[in-house]
């Protein structure tokens, strides 16, 4: 199956009370244990990849030709989004010529006018193309390729003006932050999401930062119009700490076990185990 928009497979999250999982990938072995594990636990997937990453692998066009290579060569059936991350508004452009399946275009450091005037814009593009488009209001807290952000909560009016423009799905802040949670962190603001949900119609929310949020909280906020949750710096934990474990177990040293094949291979399963427990958290499993 090619690439697709992720405007069908959210209405759908939305509708029946579940979430998909926005992965974002970094190489190879990220992309392969996405996709193989949304095909078998037959599950719809975003693969999320911010411009750094973007720009880590190569290029967008490296990026497409990947995952489109991956879709035919491992007979992946279920719906799967190639989605640009935090996207700006050149990035926007970038990403579409090359070939991803949706976008998102984060205005949320303009004022509010300027995010209205170029998401308008690209509201009309990406429809135009059959793509989808998410849009940002308040910015995520913590940091994403070094743009930190604050961890506003989203003016419920500004998210209106923003989701009736006609984005496919909006990501508004409600104390949620990329990267590990501190200590500290005193949860979703979940009266602010039932605000922006009871404005916003029926428009599939977005939640970023989904490491680390108690599975309740998940819960909460997928009865409250989440539709999309972005996991990524939990993939990357998994990852590390799988790798570790090999190499300080010695196994590099043993026998051909340097062979990156070997080396990589306990991280790779670990990103399958990550996705998994999230896929089967959101409620995505055998949703394809
Ligand atoms: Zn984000």
Excluded at 132 to 161: H, T, Y
């Amino acid at each position: 199956m090619s690439l697709v928009s992720a405007k069908e497979m959210l209405n759908k999250a939305r509708d029946g009370k579940y979430a998909v999982g926005q992965f974002n990938i970094n190489n190879l072995e990220w992309t392969k244990a996405i996709l193989l594990t949304a095909q078998e636990n037959n599950s719809p997937v975003i693969l999320g990849v911010s411009e750094g990453a973007g720009k880590y692998m190569g290029g967008y066009k490296t990026v497409v030709g990947m995952v489109n290579g991956l879709l035919e060569d491992l007979k992946i059936t279920v719906p799967v989004a190639l989605h640009l991350d935090h996207g700006s508004y050149e990035g926007a452009y970038k990403a579409m010529e090359a070939g991803f399946s949706s976008i998102m275009f984060d205005g949320s450091h303009y004022a509010i006018d300027e995010n209205i005037a170029k998401t308008t814009e690209l509201v009309k593009v990406t429809s135009e193309k059959g793509l989808s488009l998410e849009a940002e209001v308040g910015s995520i807290g913590g940091e994403e390729d070094g743009v930190v952000g604050a961890g506003e909560i989203a003016d419920p009016n500004e998210c209106k003006q923003i989701s009736d423009l006609g984005v496919t799905m909006l990501a508004a802040g409600i104390g949620n932050i990329h990267g590990k949670y501190p200590a500290n962190w005193k949860g979703l603001a979940f009266d602010a999401l039932s605000q922006i949900n009871d404005v916003t119609g029926d428009v599939p929310l977005v939640l970023h930062g989904g490491t680390g949020i108690p599975a309740e909280m998940i819960k909460k906020a997928i009865s409250l119009g989440v539709a999309k949750i972005n996991v990524n710096t939990e993939c990357q934990l998994s990852f590390a700490e799988a790798t570790r474990k090999y190499i300080e177990s010695g196994k590099d040293l043993q026998g051909k076990g340097f062979d990156p094949r070997k080396l990589l291979g306990p991280g790779f399963e670990a990103i399958k185990a990550t996705v998994k427990e999230k896929m089967e958290l959101f409620g995505s499993v055998n949703q394809a």
